[in-house]
Structure formats: structure tokens, C-alpha cells
């Protein structure tokens, strides 16, 4: 898609936008360094990266004005985090960001990421910030549980990277939180935070700044510093519900209904897929903190009941204890400070925004994980690319009138044509 002969398509692709950038440029730069396209290496035993290069040439034809070699690219540009894909440098007023090619069945960047790269140019990009130093998931490994495919995953379009979002982590036990944080993420701590991290997580709450709580069931007494102060606290251990088929800490949630729109909006386009979430807490509130406690997801209206964690049926002694529904596994926080609304989301389940769950078939996970960034965000990332819907899109006909209208346009109207042709040729015969 970026070799010589394809550039003309290429750049045809960017016409709604040089419409109204008609000063845009393209400049088509070919490389060659090491892949990760094992298949590549593996139909080519014995060939390094150059002679690799030369024989793709040569193959196929190409006509190259320049072929900048690792040790050249690397003085224009790095591009080892990159993994050394094809991938555009957008650059305006001095600042750069990339826009990249996706492993999906279209590859190319579309509305959502050309208006997300070109956005990050003129606007500052949302920065968000993952707590690392007490073995937290982690933005950067695959793996069930960890956040690569949300946040961090260059190949993946849909992942926040390739949103308009910047991801970084920091070591709050021996960091500050960065100054310009838009979100600072703390995703199931599995050892205590140290004072220092309290410290700092306290003092990025009082100023105002947005924050994410991720806890598990086993492991939720790592931050009840943190959400003491916010006025919450977990259900001692995790939920369950009874299934026929599924797991007993499977809940399928339900999202609030009649959630009030100056708080919280979702998307329009979010299907009706449930949200299970695997392993939760349920989350109360224990005092009033001057935040606004609005409940997301809620359990079903199916009785629940709290188990230990990894039990595969309910026992019946369990049965006999009272039963709790409706219960919120994720809420929203918001308050107002120094004329800005702070935002929290704090959920008694880790895993739902891990690789496993945002892959998962038939779920809502991956629109309600957008939509709360998006939220984060006043709604300008992930950039919204639906269109008013159409208003004139009903038809006032009735079965008669089609009737008639195909008497008159198949029948009627054909027949006429006939009659005047035939009047035509009599006269000219007459004639």
C-alpha cells in the first residue's frame, strides 16, 4: 500500500482532507532494518536485511530514488518503538505525531485516526498515566489480565495509542505523577502503597485531577487509603451469582438506567452486548466526601451473594444467607474544583479492561471502556466520526399507490410512447 506504484490511490485517500488542507504535502521515505515479519525471514534462510531488501527490488521492479539503510534512517528518524513498520510522521508548526497502518483487515488509517493524529497537532493530547512499583497490570505485556490491547497496541486501530491518547507509566512509590496527567490509572496494586505513593496520589486528587481506580477481591485492601478518602469502600469479598452457565463470579451487569447526562453520556452507537465482569467487588459508600457517587454498572436483579474467589458452585448453606442486587461494581465520582469538574471512576474489577476481556465476542466491554475515556476526556478523544441521522427517510406511500404507480410507469407511460411513435410514422406516410 506505500510502495511507488500504490502512491497515487494513497494519496487519493487523504482527498477529504486536502480539500480543506490543500497544503498538504506527502513525502513517500522507503527503508529497509529488521522486522518482525517472521514469515519474511523463514521463506529466505541465509539472507540478511539488505540483501532481503535488494531482492524485493529486484522482484518486484521497484525504481527507488533512495534506499536509506538502518545506520541512515535512524539520523532521520527512530523508528525501533515502531517495530520498523510502514508508519506516517504528520507534522504541522513543528510538532509531530505518527499515524500508522493496523493488522485488521483494512490496514489503513481511517476518519477516526487521520482526525486523531491531525487533532493532536493544534490541541493538547490527553495523557494518561499508569501507576507502576506494586505489581500493577501493565500497558506494555500480553497476557489475560494486562492492558496492551486498550492502551498501548501500535498495531491495533482501535487501541487508545492510535486514538489521539499518550500512555506512559511512573513509579508513584518513587516518582511524582507527571504535571501534565489527564488520567493517572492504578490498575489492581497487589502490595501495599508505600506512604510517599499516598502522598502523592492525595495530593493529585486535591488538586482536582481525574484518577481511575482499578481493584480485585483479593487484593482491594491495597488502596483503601485512597478510596477512604474518596468516601467508598469494597465488599469484603467478591460476588456471585448463581448460572447454569456460567461461573459463579460471572456477573452480568447492567448498566444504570436514567443516568443523568451532565455527569456522564455514552454513546449512542453502544450495542446492548452485556458487560460481564469476572471476579468483582461490590463498591459502598461509607461517608460523604463532597463527590457526586454515580453508579455505572450496577449486578442484574438475579440475587448475588459474597463467596471467596474461585469457587465453581454456590453451596447451599450460602444460599441461605441474604441476598443482595443491584449492587455497583463500577461508579463515577465528580466534583467541582476550581471551576473544572473532577472525574473518577472507581470499579471492584480489574479485569474487564484487560487483553482477555476487550477481546472477548458478544461483549460491551470494549464501547463502555471507550465511552468512559472518552468522558475523561469532555468528548473530544476518541474522536466521534457519526453523522446527524437522516431525517427524511420515510417512505409515505401505501401498497395501493405502488399499485397505481406501477400501472402508470409500466403500463401507461410505455403505451403512450407506442401511440405517438405510430402517429409519427402514419404522417410521415401520409406524406
Known amino acids: ?52 531488501a535488494e531482492k524485493m527490488i529486484e522482484t518486484q521492479d521497484l525504481k527507488l530514488k533512495k534506499l536509506y539503510s538502518p545506520e541512515e534512517i535512524k539520523k532521520v528518524i527512530d523508528l525501533k518503538s515502531e517495530q520498523n513498520r510502514v508508519v506516517r510522521t504528520v507534522e504541522y508548526n513543528g510538532k509531530k505525531t505518527f499515524l500508522r497502518m493496523y493488522d485488521d483487515m483494512f490496514k489503513v488509517p481511517m476518519e477516526k485516526e487521520i482526525s486523531a493524529s491531525l487533532k493532536r497537532l493544534v490541541v493538547p493530547s490527553p495523557k494518561i498515566v499508569f501507576a507502576t512499583g506494586n505489581m500493577e497490570r501493565s500497558v506494555d505485556k500480553v497476557g489475560d489480565k494486562n492492558y496492551k490491547t486498550g492502551f498501548n497496541e501500535i498495531t491495533f486501530r482501535y487501541s487508545l495509542i492510535n486514538q489521539g491518547f499518550d500512555v506512559s507509566s511512573v513509579d508513584i512509590n518513587a516518582q511524582n505523577i507527571p504535571e501534565q496527567t489527564t488520567i493517572l490509572i492504578i490498575a489492581d ?21 481525574n484518577l481511575m481506580l482499578l481493584a480485585e477481591p483479593e487484593t482491594n485492601s491495597a488502596l483503601a487509603a485512597v478510596t477512604d478518602k474518596l468516601g467508598l469502600s469494597f465488599t469484603k469479598q467478591a460476588l456471585v451469582q448463581e448460572s447454569e452457565i456460567n461461573s ?5 451487569t447492567e448498566i444504570s438506567k436514567n443516568l443523568d447526562p451532565t455527569v456522564i453520556k455514552f454513546s449512542k452507537t453502544r450495542n446492548n452486548y452485556p458487560i460481564p465482569f469476572l471476579g468483582s467487588s461490590g463498591i459502598k459508600t461509607v461517608k460523604d466526601t463532597g463527590f457526586k457517587v454515580t453508579p455505572l454498572l450496577k ?9 471467596q474467589t474461585g469457587i465453581t458452585s454456590i453451596p447451599e448453606d450460602l444460599k441461605k444467607q441474604p441476598a443482595v442486587t443491584s449492587v455497583p461494581l463500577a461508579v463515577a465520582l465528580t466534583r467541582n474544583v476550581n471551576g473544572k469538574t473532577q472525574k473518577i471512576i472507581v470499579a471492584g474489577d480489574a479485569d474487564f479492561m484487560g487483553n482477555a476481556e476487550l ?37 409515505t406511500f401505501t401498497a395501493n399507490q405502488v399499485f397505481i404507480s406501477k400501472i402508470v410507469f409500466i403500463g401507461l407511460f410505455p403505451l403512450l410512447i407506442i401511440l405517438s411513435a405510430a402517429f409519427i410514422l402514419i404522417r410521415r406516410n401520409r406524406r
Open 1 to 52: 500500500m506505500a510502495m511507488p506504484y500504490s502512491q497515487n490511490s494513497d494519496i487519493a485517500s487523504f482527498e477529504k482532507y486536502t480539500r480543506f488542507i490543500p497544503q498538504m504535502e506527502m513525502e513517500y521515505v522507503y527503508y529497509y532494518d529488521t522486522s518482525s515479519n517472521e514469515a519474511l525471514y523463514a521463506q529466505n534462510p541465509g539472507l540478511n536485511d539488505k540483501q532481503l
Open 189 to 209: 496494586p497487589k502490595t501495599q502503597l508505600s506512604q510517599g505513593a499516598i502522598d502523592r496520589i492525595n495530593k493529585y486528587i486535591n488538586e482536582g485531577k
Open 248 to 252: 459463579p463470579d460471572y456477573l452480568v
Open 299 to 307: 449486578t442484574n436483579a438475579q440475587p448475588a451473594w459474597e463467596a
Open 359 to 395: 477481546s472477548r465476542g458478544g461483549s460491551g466491554t470494549f464501547q463502555f471502556v471507550t465511552d468512559i475515556f472518552s468522558w475523561f476526556t469532555n468528548y473530544e478523544f476518541p474522536i466521534d466520526t457519526t453523522r446527524p441521522e437522516n431525517t427524511d427517510k420515510k417512505i
